[in-house]
């Protein structure tokens, strides 16, 4: 499920959201950009999966993020506060 959408940038180390956010924060906000488990971010980041839990935490409680928790499994997914966020990082060509 977690698939970076065509021109994001999920690598932890680039664009201009890593000094605001946090490199690794601002990464697992852009892997929520099209959804994904706690695993899969962990996973697409190089990262553990106990880092990814606490940075979704902070997103979440700052209204980045959403969590939906279904058979024992979260799955995230960026808030429109979030995907604007994400869309001031990289905007599309006029």
């Known amino acids: 499920w977690c ?9 932890p180390g680039s664009g201009p959201l890593g000094p605001l956010l946090g490199h690794t924060r601002a990464g697992v906000l852009r892997a929520t950009r099209t959804g994904c488990s706690t695993l899969e971010a962990a996973r697409l980041l190089g990262v553990t999966h106990p880092a990814v839990s606490q940075h979704l ?6 209204g980045l993020v959403t969590t939906v928790r279904r058979g024992g499994r ?5 808030t429109a506060e979030g995907r604007a966020l994400l ?3 990289d905007p599309a060509p006029a």
């Open 57 to 62: 935490n902070v997103l979440r409680k700052a």
């Open 3 to 11: 698939v970076p959408a065509r021109g994001a940038r999920p690598a």
């Open 87 to 89: 869309a001031a990082e």
């Open 74 to 78: 979260s799955f995230h997914v960026a």
